[in-house]
């Protein structure tokens, strides 16, 4: 086992070092980039999308931006709507943001800093990268933990019931009720849920932003946990409506498959209660894949915000500030976070195999070929 360990654990190095070199490559060949908003910022042509997202950021880089010289304008420039500008303001701005030096140089400075978790600072925020993912860490473990919980703590009850009472009336309908629900966009039922329960058309119960209130500080310990799960409630059954569906529908066919084995009939035959059939025998070899999957459903769960969601009630999480980063050309955000998602992705990925051995130690590892 320790060697199918460190297989692959040095496999992560090549794995993450491609996918950074295939997103930097791409990036070099994307429209845009830090360089051409700050100059339509300051041309006026920058478009709504990124003004509404992020124009005061970019505006206080033009604001302390070096004035142009009208008497010594570019006549031409590689950068789109340059035209009009000194070059040696635009070729300050490249020096900013470290665009004179060539791209394999920018690539392996990258590597040196990433190596180091040195993810250096926003281009457009004065804070660093890691502050700004600390920052909306909460938000989104917030939802992903809750969601991850609720989904997995109906889920697998759900499932076992559905695979007992497999083809009967409760199996039919509650699975109608899942697929519809799985159907139903998020966001849709979001905006439902708002005009329903949030000042809409209807009630006024719970808050419409955030994910506590202005005087959370102020209030006692049982209060802050009332107005945080208070503002959680809409957001999570949100999300949760279709999150049901993949898990519940795994746990049933599992024990499905396992009911139907030698060992369950030789169990029954004994004379054994159907309650310790399943939880004493089919329940571990049937939740194998579902609880081998957990720890990737943790990891996942956390940084699986959705931006939907989290824009429909003013949750300023991963989800947003992934977004926010890509239309910003915010390219230290974008990098550091694909970083850090990645390698947390391929050390969960190793701990879910482990995860295999643990439930059941008949699984070998060390003959496998990684």
């Known amino acids: 086992m320790a060697a199918y360990i460190l297989r692959r654990l040095l496999l992560i190095i090549p794995t993450l070092l491609g ?61 789109r709507g340059a035209q009009g500008l000194d070059p040696e303001f635009v070729k300050k701005l490249e020096i900013q943001f470290g665009f004179d030096k060539p791209a394999y140089e920018r690539f392996g400075l990258m590597l040196w800093n990433y190596s180091r978790f040195d993810f250096g600072e926003s281009y457009f925020r004065d804070v ?137 009939m030789t169990a029954r035959a004994k004379g054994l209660k159907e309650r310790e059939v399943l939880y004493g025998h089919v329940f571990r070899n049937a939740m194998l894949i579902v609880i081998a999957g957990f720890p990737g459903a943790f990891i996942g769960a956390f940084f699986a915000g959705s931006l939907l969601i989290e824009t429909i009630f003013s949750l300023d999480g991963l989800g947003l500030l992934s977004f926010e980063s890509i239309v910003n050309r915010d390219y230290p955000v974008v990098f550091a976070t694909l970083y850090i998602f990645s390698l947390l992705g391929l050390i969960v990925n190793l701990i879910s195999d482990l995860m295999y051995t643990w439930i059941d130690p008949r699984i070998d590892f060390e003959s496998r070929e990684v």
């Open 128 to 264: 660093s990268v890691i502050s700004l993912i600390k920052e909306k860490m909460p938000v989104s473990i917030s939802l992903g933990l809750w969601l991850m919980l609720i989904s997995y703590g109906i889920s697998i009850p759900l499932g076992i019931r559905k695979a007992v009472q497999d083809g009967s009336r409760f199996d039919i309908w509650t699975s109608g009720v899942i697929v519809i629900g799985y159907a139903i966009p998020g966001f849709l039922f979001a905006v439902m849920l708002i005009v329903l329960f949030a000042g809409g058309t209807f009630f006024d119960i719970f808050p419409l932003r955030g994910l506590t209130s202005d005087n959370f500080d102020q209030l006692s310990w049982f209060g802050k946990i009332t107005d945080y799960f208070w503002h959680l409630a809409l957001p999570l059954v949100s999300m949760a409506l279709g999150a049901f569906a993949t898990t519940t529908f795994l746990t049933k066919n599992s024990f499905l498959d396992e009911i139907k084995k030698q060992y369950v």
């Open 19 to 79: 996918i950074m070199m295939v997103s930097f490559v791409l990036i070099q060949f994307a429209p845009g980039g830090p360089v051409e908003r700050i100059i339509a910022q300051l041309t006026g042509t920058d478009v709504a999308a990124t003004s509404r997202i992020g124009g005061s950021q970019g505006g206080d880089f033009g604001a302390n931006a070096p004035a142009t010289n009208a008497g010594d304008v570019a006549t031409s420039s590689k950068y």
